[in-house]
């Protein structure tokens, strides 16, 4: 998946999140946490068509299976009329899915898929191993990133898609296959039974400085919550006193893993999000069943454009209920949920059934956007604080609706920096060659890294641009210093990855995560989740109005 050029720190951290995160996306997103199959064929006989309706369309069908000026099987009429019916209810969230949709979003949703485990981006027309999966064959057997997938069996993968390498590496549990890598200067074979891959929810649980834990969860998947309740009591094992919980860029995924998630942090008898259907029926109101498994544990939450649905339910109920305090940007604004009634062709209708609201009455949802892209990279549209509505949290903090979830404190980057946006513009269709100049850069330091915070010298950038010229897609020399502090911090990150590992790069990322290190500075002086507002409070009290 192409990612923005170069690393701004909120992009850099969804590009530290794993490759599957960015492309779960907008499946998730449509899914829209609530999955389910129900038979229709009860709801169709509840609600039988109009006779007047249905005489009228089968006059229309009738005309064109007749008319026509070109002929159509009669099956492709009606995969039409379905598609037209959906298009018109105006909602992108409900939709048709064919049987390989269905299946794709199967996996996605359970975390599991059968196949070697190995997560791979496009390199110079070759795909590369950015990460092999923990615990899956390829981890196993070696496999190192970096490595580049030159064969599969006996054809050559060069010019092959993501979707095709990752076609021909899947298959049924038990089978083999055969490929090949090249490192270095040498290949390397490789024969590998097929199996079960799980892909984890919560990609990372580290103890930061200061006893603060961190944990990130990337998706709402089937063991969401009892992958992230082990990863909590790991820090807490470490010695943290404090945690954050990253949402940045998660799109959801799960209703009953979003509620099953706030429910470790908030008391039982407190209400986590609440369902709104039709008119006249009642409202689902989730509420927390347990008590919360650390009750003395000072929480901070991070969210951004891409935190979406399961994310925004989580965000927004500890929110209100004053057990977190939320940082980064307003999130997405997913805020209806979908059911997936299975189909007698093999696939099945994803349909939106309800809209959710906060536990203080918020409703997160927001306009949908004409385009999603768009809609991640620019927030113009997002109602001013003055006429936005208002409400009380539980302690009386004000809280804002109208749309996604407004953070407690309002940081990291609000929009693209121009620097950046004019490389982007300067490269265009070029932006493949970029990434693909930029990690051979760095592997080309790999050798003479010392450490994992080792500078980007003027030099480096310089090789960079040099190579950038002998492949033909240089932008303006002028354009390229501009951005050169994005365009070092990508490198250098690139260098730290290729050369000491994801820890090594998470770390490094960190110092430049503003988001990141204000959550941090707020969490490390609290004893007690109450005293992380009142820090925030004073803070806030200590600054001269006319510099707030």
Do not use: C
């Not at 998946?1 to 997103?29: K, Q």
């Not at 009669?74 to 909602?91: H, M, N, P, Q, T």
């Not at 997936?340 to 918020?362: C, D, M």
Request: without cysteine; aromatic residues 6%; positive net charge.
């Amino acid at each position: 998946m192409a990612e923005p050029l170069p690393d701004t720190p909120t992009a850099s951290r969804r590009r530290s999140r794993a490759i599957a995160a960015a492309v779960l996306f907008v499946g998730l997103l449509s899914l829209g946490g609530w999955w389910s199959g129900r038979d229709l064929t009860a709801a169709t006989r509840q609600a039988p068509a109009p006779l007047g309706g249905a005489r009228l369309f089968d006059q229309v069908v009738a005309a064109v299976t007749q008319k026509y000026v070109d002929s159509l099987d009669g099956s492709v009429i009606y995969d039409k009329a379905v598609a037209g019916l959906l298009r018109e209810l105006k909602d992108p969230y409900t939709s048709y899915l064919a049987e390989d949709r269905l299946r794709r979003l199967n996996e996605q949703i359970s975390g599991t898929y059968a196949g070697v485990g190995l997560q791979i981006d496009i390199r110079d027309g070759w795909p590369v191993v950015i990460e092999p999966i923990v615990g899956g064959p390829s981890e196993r057997a070696g496999v190192l990133v970096g490595d580049r997938l030159v064969l599969v069996g006996k054809e050559s993968t060069e010019g092959w898609s993501r979707d095709e390498t990752s076609k021909a590496m899947r298959g049924p549990p038990g089978s083999s296959v055969t490929f090949t890598v090249e490192r270095g200067e040498s290949r390397v074979n490789f024969t590998l039974l097929r199996d079960k891959v799980h892909l984890r929810a919560v990609q990372r649980a580290q103890l930061l400085q200061n006893g603060v834990g961190y944990v990130d969860v990337n998706v709402f998947s089937a063991q969401t919550a009892a992958e992230l309740s082990a990863a909590v009591d790991s820090v807490v094992k470490l010695g943290a006193r404090s945690l954050i919980m990253d949402l940045r860029g998660n799109p959801g995924g799960l209703l009953e893993q979003g509620v099953a998630v706030a429910e470790l942090f908030l008391d039982r008898g407190q209400s986590i999000v609440q369902l709104r259907a039709r008119p006249g029926s009642q409202p689902q109101v989730f509420t927390d069943s347990q008590p919360q498994r650390w009750p003395t544990l000072p929480l901070a939450v991070l969210v951004d454009r891409a935190s979406a649905s399961a994310s925004e339910i989580v965000a927004g109920a500890l929110q209100d209920h004053d057990r977190a305090l939320v940082l980064g940007v307003t999130s997405f604004g997913k805020g209806s949920a979908q059911n997936v009634y299975p189909l007698s062709s093999g696939g099945a209708l994803r349909l939106t059934i309800a809209r959710w609201y906060t536990p203080v009455g918020r409703s997160i949802n927001r306009p949908a956007p004409r385009d999603r892209e768009a809609e991640i990279d620019d927030r113009a549209d997002v109602l001013p604080d003055t006429i936005r509505p208002r409400f009380r949290t539980d302690a009386g903090r004000t809280v804002f609706g109208g749309g996604g979830i407004t953070p407690d404190v309002i940081t990291g980057d609000t929009t693209t920096p121009l620097q950046v946006q004019s490389l982007a513009r300067a490269m265009g269709k070029n932006a493949g060659a970029y990434r693909d100049a930029l990690a051979k850069q760095a592997q080309a330091q790999k050798r003479t890294m010392n450490g994992p915070g080792d500078p980007v010298t003027p030099a480096m950038l310089d090789a960079l641009y040099v190579a950038l010229v002998g492949r033909g897609v240089a932008p303006p020399r002028p354009v390229f210093d501009s951005a050169a502090p994005w365009i070092s911090r990508s490198l250098g990150y690139e260098m730290t990855r290729v050369a000491f590992g994801a820890d090594a790069d998470f770390l490094r990322r960190t110092q430049d995560d503003s988001v990141l290190q204000r959550a941090m500075a707020l969490l490390q002086v609290a004893r007690s989740p109450r005293e992380v507002f009142s820090t925030l409070e004073k803070r806030a009290a200590d600054v001269p109005a006319a510099i707030r």
